[in-house]
């Protein structure tokens, strides 16, 4: 009897010390989950604030819209904007950042069979698209993105210089099938043709930015002039 007894205290006891492991186990499981919970969350409030940001300049403009506006659109606190952005030139990139993100992996598709110039026209493309889709955020970009200071404005920095980078990468090509002179730099090469996209666009967008084709219609004459005196001339 006193075995039968004995032997039911040994297994309560074992089933008492097994719950708390059991429950150290299952918490340590969800811990695990936490910090990609906590990204997955960090990223949808991201999303809203730029979604939020971007409504709010495009309706008022950049020095009539205010922080707190953005913030109560995006349904967070006026300080919590200040974790993402450091200011609101720099909340204007974090409303265009995936736009412009989209952009530039659209212009590394560009078939390099074409002329430099064509292939060049091809690469801006989707930038005349972007800004014909809501020319006041354009008036925005073009106006204020002068230099890369703040969280955001970084990000947009590295987006400008992988352009450049394709844009090299164009002219060494076009270089090495003899179309462009050797004589100049490439690097040199695909600075101009930023440059010439640069203003270009700007007066684009003072127009109205309401035609794409004659947007890239004014960048290709641009362009043609700019670099007529680069292009290999054939034999006589």
């Not at 075995?3 to 006891?13: A, G, H």
């Not at 340590?28 to 939020?52: C, F, M, S, V, W």
């Not at 204007?92 to 952009?103: E, T, V």
Request: contains cysteine; glycine residues 8%; aromatic residues 8%.
């Amino acid at each position: 009897m006193n075995d039968i007894r004995d032997s039911k205290r040994l297994s309560v006891t074992a089933e008492i010390r097994a719950k708390p492991a059991t429950k150290r186990r299952a918490s340590g499981a969800g811990d695990e989950t936490k910090p990609g919970k906590r990204e997955e969350n960090k990223q949808r409030k991201l999303a809203r604030i730029a979604k939020a940001a971007k409504q709010v300049l495009s309706k008022k403009g950049f020095e009539a819209a205010t922080m707190q506006e953005i913030a109560k659109l995006a349904g967070v606190a006026t300080g919590t904007l200040f974790l993402y952005a450091d200011n609101k030139r720099d909340m204007a990139y974090l409303a265009s950042a995936d736009d412009f993100g989209r952009a530039l992996e659209e212009a590394g598709s560009v078939p390099m069979d074409a002329t430099f110039i064509d292939q060049i026209v091809g690469c801006w493309r989707p930038y005349f698209v972007m800004h014909n889709a809501n020319p006041e955020m354009a008036k925005i970009i073009l106006s204020e993105f002068l230099f890369f200071a703040g969280k955001q404005a970084r990000r947009h920095g590295e987006g400008v210089a992988g352009m450049k980078a394709e844009a090299l990468r164009r002219a060494l090509w076009c270089q090495q099938r003899g179309e462009l002179v050797s004589t100049v730099p490439a690097a040199e090469i695909a600075d101009l043709s930023y440059y010439l996209f640069q203003g270009i666009v700007r007066r684009w967008v003072q127009t109205g930015a309401i035609d794409v084709n004659e947007g890239l219609a004014m960048f290709h004459r641009a362009l043609s002039l700019g670099l007529s005196g680069l292009k290999v001339q054939p034999a006589r």
